[in-house]
């Protein structure tokens, strides 16, 4: 095994290194008067650019020049073109080691440094120590060792000497933050965290496993199951305020060895290590489980309504032949009675011969039961599922803490008495019960009878206590996700000093009444324009009928040339085997580098299995059959690379790493800049295995399954994506894809359709200075919400809504930029604010101030939206690159015919991020070879405009073999280093 590293290749050029840049050069090697003295003081030429160059580097680095080690050639240069000698000359200084040796030590004293003693080394290892308590990344931990080294004037050592310290402090640190997390645990605890290691006789398996392994798709024995390691946990009597005494990087390392960690490897720890990792999974389940329990009871009581009415649906369904008998006879009634009416006959009598009294009477139970079905309350029907709700009621209730907002607040106490009727086991209400927490229309079908229907009560407060959970109104101690929305927040003091020195960074002044005068007169103009330019018939592709605007379909660009140009440059690609393009992306870009070990830090030792476990989540075959269809390769080897090396931070990193390689060349600069991006989501079956973990959208048929929602730059590049159920709105995640990922793409424009779009969505954009442009479906019926009357705009009255509140917005506006501030600094994710604003019946006020900002903006952009086709067809050009590549997604997710097997949402979300990223390395690897594929033709005589190669996609995948056996090692000639093109000639000889 090599010697453990700190820091990459690319982060010691940075700490070490030498300057290549301009701006590097000027500031740290250019000589003043009196370092040119002393320059000039050497009599022979080599010696003067020596000597710079060795004063330099001791001043810029504060580190000796290593004995074979070579400057860049910009340094020697430009400190030889200040002496006015040959740069040349350094080779000749380079060999006479005593001549280095005397001038190392005579800059030595001038700069007063001095070789690092014992005393530097343990002021740096404590620094190390005081670095690494933030976390094991190992550049902020060897940054921390040279700038001790720099503060007390010394040398610094080799950087295998440094990294030496720093690996030190930081298995110090570690040590440390195990103490600390022990302290003041008694010595029975210890050894009863040590028994959850232990296989448990009652259940057949180790606790720890057990813990860790608990169910997701939504059902009643599931969630019981849940409440029932809930309830052990409290049992182990673990604070999680243990959390705070060590720092939340360290916290992270803790649950990320943790999570790695099987029950068999954690009994070798040493007992801190054990126990502290223990405690620390101890209290991030207590969290997750929590987490998961509300989230089920969530699904449970909205599919006990969404059944209901379904089962309601269904025996309409069922009585259309009764209901059409029915009907008849109703119409043969009233027309007796007309007949009668008109002929002045007794209406009984001809009532009687036309339809018959007794079928008229034989029909009233029937017409009674249909008339009650018809009108049966949805509280009623859920009722008829009581008992499967009663199965898990109690005990979720019980294991549970709910705390309110509101004082006194009657659904806690009506949660109370249900508390009760389970732990006493009593089937009917108490005498008095809270009530106000009801609606008007169930209190009287609960209360309407002699007796109070605890079943009604009972499914009534659990459905309420389902709307306050989704909108936090209710929250649960113990839980991460389910708590109010101010703890979601960057503290409050830290967005007031923040704000107090202008450091937010927003994309809206601080001052509200200010950035409202502006929207205001900005609005009212545009509107102004608008209307003008309709009525003149001034809009290009936009019309004004009868008072609507009716925008034309935008028509494709894309010319025929392109096509054919399209089709002869995918023949010439050259033939690959898909571990053959991972492999050559890999070396081009280091991606599978980015997969470090969960607790060294170190990278894949075994690339090829890396780069498999990577296959195996895009292909969807899984680790096992990825390991059957390979060779060479065996399922322990994927299985050890995904458990320790395959992380949702790693996945991030690893694709940011080609990403960013990708929009860095220069043909995908023909595509776009990189600063515009689209979103969608791809919805996939799920398999038997994973249905009931799935959720049905009658939008993509009546099978469950999960959406994978993934953001797309104008250059083909991916950056983020995550799986969703396919019921969620697709605007609460479209925030989340600019944030949660690691690329250099600075994205300032983003489109989706209109599943994207809400008017919360559209504040949020505003709020963080980036711009939002949906494509809206039946744009024709959304309005314009204006300051001004609606009668100030009369050619677009049929287009004016409702005013725009500026009191709310100027009541909250501090909340706001309190809100946007979180999000730009990463401290909450935008889906978890965006889907608690929107889930109360009842919006809050930050809710409804978020969307009359929002009406603001879509306005502005709606208005912008009829004025510039240039706008239109930029925006359908973005969504209809992502469009393609899901064409490309679905041919690389091939396996299980293309269904989702994985039951929890950790795998799926790999599963996700391994396509995301095979996905990406084909786009590059099609870039570079589209590139050389170009170059061949323009030297063959071809003449190709630009304007006609940003319109190849680098989407084909004809020439890739996806299935078949995988060969991971296998060696190709590759005389320049790329493979040959499949010119004409050569298709023919191989044919």
């Known amino acids: 095994m090599g010697r453990r590293r700190l820091v990459n290749a690319a982060e010691a050029k940075v700490l070490f290194g030498f300057p290549a840049d301009e701006d590097n050069l000027l500031r740290h090697y250019t000589l003043d008067p009196i370092d040119r003295l002393k320059c000039e003081v050497r009599r022979r030429a080599h010696n003067k650019l020596g000597f710079a160059i060795q004063l330099c580097v001791m001043r810029h680095t504060g580190r000796l020049l290593g004995e074979d080690e070579q400057p860049h050639a910009t340094v020697i240069r430009y400190l030889a073109d200040q002496l006015t000698v040959d740069s040349r000359d350094y080779a000749i200084y380079a060999r006479r080691v005593q001549t280095r040796f005397e001038h190392s030590r005579f800059l030595t004293e001038h700069l007063s440094l001095h070789i690092a003693n014992k005393n530097d080394r343990r002021a740096a290892l404590l620094a190390a120590i005081d670095a690494a308590a933030a976390g094991d990344k190992g550049h902020p931990i060897v940054t921390a060792v040279i700038s001790a080294f720099r503060q007390r004037g010394a040398l610094l050592p080799s950087q295998a000497a440094i990294e030496t310290i720093g690996l030190a402090g930081r298995a110090i640190a570690r040590r440390r933050a195990e103490i600390t997390l022990l302290e003041d645990i008694a010595a029975e605890k210890l050894e009863a965290l040590d028994a959850l290691l232990h296989v448990d006789p009652a259940i057949g398996q180790t606790r720890f496993h057990w813990l860790r392994s608990a169910p997701d798709a939504p059902g009643a024995s599931n969630l019981i199951g849940l409440t029932e390691r809930i309830a052990f946990l409290h049992t182990l009597e673990i604070d999680p305020q243990l959390q705070a005494r060590i720092s939340s990087g360290r916290w992270d390392q803790l649950i990320r060895e943790g999570d790695a960690t099987p029950a068999w490897l954690a009994t070798d720890f040493g007992a801190n290590r054990r126990r502290?990792?223990?405690?620390?999974?101890?209290?991030?389940?207590?969290?997750?489980?929590?987490?998961?329990?509300?989230?089920?009871?969530?699904?449970?009581?909205?599919?006990?309504?969404?059944?209901?009415?379904?089962?309601?649906?269904?025996?309409?369904?069922?009585?259309?032949?009764?209901?059409?008998?029915?009907?008849?006879?109703?119409?043969?009634?009233?027309?007796?009675?007309?007949?009668?009416?008109?002929?002045?006959?007794?209406?009984?009598?001809?009532?009687?011969?036309?339809?018959?009294?007794?079928?008229?009477?034989?029909?009233?139970?029937?017409?009674?039961?249909?008339?009650?079905?018809?009108?049966?309350?949805?509280?009623?029907?859920?009722?008829?599922?009581?008992?499967?709700?009663?199965?898990?009621?109690?005990?979720?209730?019980?294991?549970?803490?709910?705390?309110?907002?509101?004082?006194?607040?009657?659904?806690?106490?009506?949660?109370?008495?249900?508390?009760?009727?389970?732990?006493?086991?009593?089937?009917?209400?108490?005498?008095?019960?809270?009530?106000?927490?009801?609606?008007?229309?169930?209190?009287?079908?609960?209360?309407?009878?002699?007796?109070?229907?605890?079943?009604?009560?009972?499914?009534?407060?659990?459905?309420?206590?389902?709307?306050?959970?989704?909108?936090?109104?209710?929250?649960?101690?113990?839980?991460?996700?389910?708590?109010?929305?101010?703890?979601?927040?960057?503290?409050?003091?830290?967005?007031?000093?923040?704000?107090?020195?202008?450091?937010?960074?927003?994309?809206?002044?601080?001052?509200?009444?200010?950035?409202?005068?502006?929207?205001?007169?900005?609005?009212?103009?545009?509107?102004?324009?608008?209307?003008?330019?309709?009525?003149?018939?001034?809009?290009?592709?936009?019309?004004?009928?009868?008072?609507?605007?009716?925008?034309?379909?935008t028509v494709g660009e894309v010319p025929s040339a392109a096509e054919d140009l399209n089709a002869e440059i995918s023949d010439m690609f050259p033939q690959i085997e898909v571990p053959d393009l991972l492999r050559e992306v890999h070396e081009w870009t280091g991606f599978a580098d980015q997969f470090t070990h969960v607790r060294t830090g170190d990278a894949p030792q075994n690339v090829s299995a890396m780069l498999a476990g990577v296959l195996a989540d895009a292909t969807n075959l899984g680790p096992k059959r990825m390991a059957s269809a390979s060779k060479g390769i065996s399922a322990h080897q994927i299985g050890w690379m995904r458990t320790f090396h395959a992380r949702s931070e790693t996945y991030r990193a690893a694709q940011a790493c080609v990403t960013d390689t990708h929009s860095r060349h220069p043909y995908s600069r023909l595509w776009g800049n990189g600063t515009t991006a689209s979103s969608d989501g791809q919805f996939f079956r799920a398999s038997d295995r994973a249905a009931k973990r799935g959720d049905v959208n009658l939008h993509y048929g009546s099978e469950p399954g999960s959406k994978f929602y993934s953001h797309l730059s104008d250059q083909y590049g991916y950056f983020s994506i995550l799986p969703i159920s396919p019921t969620e709105s697709e605007a609460a995640y479209v925030l989340d894809g600019l944030f949660d990922q690691d690329t250099i793409l600075d994205i300032q424009e983003h489109f989706t359709d209109t599943g994207g779009a809400s008017d919360h969505v559209f504040g949020l954009f505003a709020l963080i200075g980036k711009r939002f442009a949906p494509r809206l479906r039946n744009l024709r019926d959304r309005k314009f919400h204006t300051f001004e009357k609606g009668d100030a705009y009369p050619a677009l009255t049929n287009h004016i809504g409702a005013p725009i509140n500026t009191a709310l917005i100027l009541d909250h506006w501090d909340d706001l930029l309190h809100l946007a501030a979180s999000i730009t600094t990463r401290a909450v994710v935008p889906s978890t604010i965006l889907k608690k604003l929107s889930a109360s019946p009842k919006e809050s006020q930050l809710a409804r101030a978020l969307g009359e900002l929002g009406r603001i903006e879509r306005s502005l952009f709606m208005i912008e939206w009829y004025s510039s086709p240039a706008l239109r067809r930029r925006c359908q050009a973005g969504l209809n690159k992502g469009e393609a590549a899901h064409k490309l997604k679905r041919a690389v997710f091939f396996h299980e015919r293309g269904e989702i097997r994985d039951r929890s949402f950790e795998s799926q979300a790999f599963r996700a991020s391994g396509l995301n990223l095979v996905v990406s390395a084909i786009v590059h690897w099609n870039t570079v070879y589209l590139d050389r594929a170009v170059a061949h033709l323009k030297q063959a005589g071809k003449n190709i405009p630009d304007t006609l190669l940003k319109h190849i996609s680098p989407l084909s995948w004809e020439h890739i073999n996806l299935t078949g056996i995988y060969a991971w090692d296998t060696e190709h000639q590759m005389p320049e280093g790329f493979r040959l093109l499949r010119l004409p000639a050569r298709r023919l000889r191989a044919a």
């Open 276 to 553: 502290s990792t223990i405690v620390a999974q101890i209290i991030k389940l207590g969290k997750k489980l929590t987490d998961d329990a509300v989230t089920m009871f969530i699904k449970l009581m909205g599919r006990l309504f969404s059944q209901a009415n379904n089962r309601k649906k269904q025996r309409h369904m069922d009585a259309r032949p009764e209901t059409s008998k029915i009907l008849r006879m109703f119409l043969d009634t009233i027309s007796a009675l007309q007949a009668a009416n008109d002929n002045g006959d007794d209406a009984i009598e001809t009532l009687d011969r036309e339809v018959g009294w007794p079928r008229l009477l034989r029909m009233k139970p029937e017409l009674a039961a249909m008339v009650e079905d018809n009108e049966a309350s949805p509280l009623a029907l859920a009722a008829e599922q009581y008992a499967t709700v009663h199965k898990y009621a109690g005990a979720f209730l019980q294991a549970l803490t709910f705390r309110s907002t509101r004082r006194h607040d009657p659904l806690l106490a009506a949660v109370g008495v249900l508390k009760r009727l389970y732990s006493e086991r009593r089937r009917t209400l108490p005498e008095r019960v809270p009530i106000t927490h009801l609606r008007q229309a169930d209190r009287k079908l609960i209360f309407g009878q002699e007796k109070p229907d605890r079943r009604l009560y009972e499914i009534a407060t659990l459905a309420a206590l389902r709307d306050r959970l989704r909108s936090v109104d209710v929250w649960v101690d113990g839980s991460r996700s389910f708590r109010p929305i101010d703890e979601h927040l960057m503290p409050r003091p830290t967005f007031t000093a923040m704000k107090e020195e202008d450091r937010l960074g927003l994309g809206v002044q601080v001052d509200g009444a200010a950035w409202l005068a502006e929207a205001r007169q900005m609005l009212d103009f545009n509107l102004k324009r608008l209307a003008y330019r309709a009525r003149g018939g001034k809009l290009e592709e936009v019309r004004l009928e009868g008072g609507t605007l009716i925008v034309s379909p």
